[in-house]
């Protein structure tokens, strides 16, 4: 049995702590709001974002930053822009041999970096994993069969969060890559955006399916620039994260590109989903990062349009469609080739 202390509860965190108890750990689920968690308490469940999911009776709760004392791991389930707050408030806390789990899915939008950049700044020679891939909170709270990776610098850090969370519900294979993992759960998340779009246009699945595919190739590109591994991409962290959060009625992000997509205003339709849309921010950074390092991502840059500049998204699209010719695998073209 582990000692978990979970920062963060959302519908990401409040899922974790009821899976993690569920396998026999002991977890403490923390909010800086005592309020919320009088609520969760008092509802038995996460009514808001969790509706119908009890919450185990041997959950603890605490609006205190020292629970961290003594925890084998600390999981910082908060937006990508909450995570620098949420770790300043571990320093002089946290152990040296506890594990800090980031699962946020996006960058910091002031300076770009990734979640465990910002950790390790604000809680140096502390050990970050990322967990990550296809995992709806939703069907994570209620036992559904969850499939993600654990990525960490320090192999070690990425097997003990493997041996520790796994369960026959919730399968966790580990990755040496967390830069290519971490890009990849923040870029799908403007891809996914973009697929909500074609849904709330309602262009049909041609498309929706061509926007996912030459999405995993800007993810990947992206990524590679930044550091990360080509095969990331084609694993839980890329390709399988942007098919659930493309397709999937839990998808906040696919939900505000829908509302955007039927003539809603980026910013109305962020405020309408009513809870956290990565996607919107994640526009703004992956097009700063793109520019920043030349890399092509038309797609993104589509998006950021839609969303910050109140481009038309049919438009949008058809200057997609209209861009130069291009071989499809331009990246790898072979030489040699009688064609």
Same mark, same amino acid.
């Given at each position: 049995?582990?000692?978990?202390?979970?920062?963060?509860?959302?519908?990401?965190?409040?899922?974790?702590?009821?899976?993690?108890?569920?396998?026999?750990?002991?977890?403490?689920?923390?909010?800086?709001?005592?309020?919320?968690?009088?609520?969760?308490?008092?509802?038995?469940?996460?009514?808001?974002?969790?509706?119908?999911?009890?919450?185990?009776?041997?959950?603890?709760?605490?609006?205190?930053? #020292?629970?961290?004392?003594?925890? +084998?791991?600390?999981?910082? /389930?908060?937006?990508?822009?909450?995570?620098? @707050?949420? $770790? =300043?408030?571990?320093?002089?806390?946290?152990?040296?041999?506890?594990?800090?789990?980031?699962?946020?899915?996006?960058?910091?939008?002031?300076?770009?970096?990734?979640?465990?950049?910002?950790?390790?700044?604000?809680?140096?020679?502390?050990?970050?994993?990322?967990?990550?891939?296809?995992?709806?909170?939703?069907?994570?709270?209620?036992?559904?069969?969850?499939?993600?990776?654990?990525?960490?610098?320090?192999?070690?850090?990425?097997?003990?969060?493997?041996?520790?969370?796994?369960?026959?519900?919730?399968?966790?294979?580990?990755?040496?890559?967390?830069?290519?993992?971490?890009?990849?759960?923040?870029?799908?998340?403007?891809?996914?955006?973009?697929?909500?779009?074609? #849904?709330?246009?309602?262009?049909? +699945?041609?498309?929706?399916? /061509?926007?996912?595919?030459?999405?995993?190739? @800007?993810? $990947? =590109?992206?990524?590679?620039?930044?550091?990360?591994?080509?095969?990331?991409?084609?694993?839980?962290?890329?390709?399988?994260?942007?098919?659930?959060?493309?397709?999937?009625?839990?998808?906040?992000?696919?939900?505000?590109?829908?509302?955007?997509?039927?003539?809603?205003?980026?910013?109305?339709?962020?405020?309408?989903?009513?809870?956290?849309?990565?996607?919107?921010?994640?526009?703004?950074?992956?097009?700063?990062?793109?520019?920043?390092?030349?890399?092509?991502?038309?797609?993104?840059?589509?998006?950021?349009?839609?969303?910050?500049?109140?481009?038309?998204?049919?438009?949008?699209?058809?200057?997609?469609?209209?861009?130069?010719?291009?071989?499809?695998?331009?990246?790898?073209?072979?030489?040699?080739?009688?064609?």
């Amino acid at each position: 049995m582990a000692k978990i202390a979970v920062y963060g509860a959302g519908g990401w965190g409040t899922a974790l702590a009821i899976m993690l108890c569920k396998a026999g750990h002991a977890v403490t689920l923390w909010s800086a709001h005592a309020s919320t968690l009088e609520r969760l308490q008092r509802d038995g469940q996460n009514s808001r974002l969790l509706p119908g999911v009890s919450l185990p009776p041997e959950l603890a709760y605490s609006d205190a930053n #020292d629970i961290v004392s003594g925890a +084998d791991f600390a999981i910082l /389930a908060v937006p990508s822009g909450a995570v620098r @707050e949420t $770790a =300043r408030r571990l320093s002089g806390l946290v152990r040296e041999n506890t594990i800090v789990v980031n699962v946020a899915k996006g960058f910091e939008e002031h300076t770009l970096k990734r979640p465990s950049e910002v950790i390790g700044e604000e809680l140096p020679g502390i050990k970050v994993a990322t967990l990550s891939g296809p995992s709806h909170a939703e069907e994570v709270s209620r036992g559904v069969p969850t499939t993600v990776v654990a990525a960490s610098q320090w192999q070690d850090a990425a097997l003990a969060v493997q041996d520790a969370f796994m369960n026959p519900m919730f399968r966790i294979y580990v990755n040496p890559d967390i830069v290519g993992v971490e890009i990849g759960g923040a870029t799908k998340n403007v891809i996914a955006l973009a697929a909500g779009i074609c #849904d709330g246009l309602r262009l049909g +699945d041609n498309p929706k399916a /061509a926007l996912m595919t030459r999405g995993i190739t @800007e993810m $990947a =590109r992206l990524g590679m620039r930044l550091g990360g591994r080509a095969p990331t991409f084609a694993g839980l962290a890329g390709i399988g994260d942007l098919i659930v959060t493309c397709s999937s009625e839990h998808s906040r992000n696919r939900r505000a590109g829908i509302y955007i997509g039927q003539g809603m205003a980026a910013t109305e339709a962020v405020a309408k989903v009513g809870m956290t849309v990565e996607g919107y921010t994640a526009a703004h950074t992956v097009h700063l990062l793109a520019e920043r390092h030349g890399v092509d991502m038309p797609i993104v840059t589509e998006c950021y349009r839609v969303l910050y500049e109140q481009k038309d998204p049919y438009t949008a699209i058809c200057d997609l469609m209209q861009r130069q010719k291009k071989h499809e695998f331009e990246d790898v073209w072979l030489r040699g080739s009688n064609w």
